[in-house]
């Protein structure tokens, strides 16, 4: 299985922060990366998908970058319902593999 | 937009038998496009995928979860299905349907999940 590595695991930012997680794949795949939102008690939420394309809908705030086997995934301005957990996920090879997930706080 | 929706008991006995079913609404389990997963979260923990199925009946499983996983699909009534036997407490999780667009790629629908606990 491919090992999905976030950090950090938790992130304390004010209002308004540019805001950076990576995530590291155990093996090359590719741009086959997607990054989720979840909410507490809430289904995950897709934002980005292919390491770098936004989903429909999405705040333009957030957007996704790299390749191979190191990604990141960016927040802007941080806002404060952007306050979630975050999740990379890879979808290159099978079993699809999630990051142990990334909680945002606000300071 | 297509939508989903989790149904099934939210208690099940240690040593039986988890089924749970999942509608799809404003869509079609037929769509080409589309591959149907389950995925499923501990309470607490991170996500863990289960497997998929596409409307033709091809799966793919979780080879940690293999032995015991059965996902089927039914195009009349617009529902895939999972099935996970011999259940212990650690399969207490909120079980997510989620619809996969094309091959390989992003989870973009996602039904709300429903906790199943695992009790006697």
Known sequence: DIQMTQSPSSLSA???DRVTITCQASQ??????SWYQQ???????????????LQTG????FSGSGSGTLFTFTISSLQPEDIATYYCQQ???LPYTFGQGTRLEIK | Q???QESGPGLVKPSETLSLTCTVSSGSVSSGSSYWNWIRQPPGKGLEWIGYIYYTGNTKYNPSLK???TISVDTSKNQFSLRLSSVTAADTAVYYC?????????MDVWGPGTTVTVSS
């Open chain 2, 2 to 4: 297509v939508q989903l």
């Open chain 1, 14 to 16: 004010s209002v308004g």
């Open chain 1, 58 to 61: 999405a705040p333009s705030r």
């Open chain 2, 67 to 69: 032995s015991r996983v």
């Open chain 1, 39 to 53: 909410k507490p008690g809430i289904a995950p939420k897709l934002l980005i998908y292919g390491a770098s394309n």
């Open chain 1, 91 to 93: 979808c290159d090879n």
């Open chain 2, 98 to 106: 989620a619809r996969g667009y094309n091959y390989n790629s992003r």
């Open chain 1, 28 to 33: 090359d795949i590719s741009n086959s990366l």
